[in-house]
């Protein structure tokens, strides 16, 4: 039997965590969450299918972070998908300059978070 593909998560939201956690449950991923940059970066490297990141989550710094996974060969073909506020337009842009491949306003990520893992699950 094939092992599930893996999520990893960045983030430290309670909401997030227990949402995501859920989602891929059902989407038949097997999820990491990690606190801090240098757990982002090794858990990377065992090739997720998608990292999922927290655009203001303070533990570490989102942008430098993208800028770190898209610049390393091991890392830079995984999917990143960041989550933030809708109302902020400059991080969103900054984000997408850094390397993230999705940015989503947190409403529209929560929605649309079963598709999201359920593609990921079979790609």
Request: include cysteine.
């Amino acid at each position: 039997m094939l092992e599930p593909k893996k999520v990893l998560a960045v983030l430290e939201d309670l909401f997030f965590t227990v949402k995501i956690n859920e989602s891929a449950k059902r989407a038949g991923l097997s999820i990491t969450f990690v606190k801090s940059e240098h757990d982002a970066l090794e858990q990377a490297k065992l090739h997720p299918a998608l990292i999922i990141m927290d655009m203001n989550f303070a533990g570490v710094d989102p942008l430098n972070l993208i800028r770190k996974l898209k610049a390393d060969e091991h890392t830079k073909r995984i999917n990143l998908l960041g989550y933030l506020s809708h109302i902020q337009g400059e991080l969103k842009l900054q984000a997408q300059q850094a390397g993230c491949d999705m940015v989503l306003a947190r409403s529209a990520f929560s929605q649309n978070l079963p598709q999201i893992l359920k593609r990921h699950s079979s790609s």
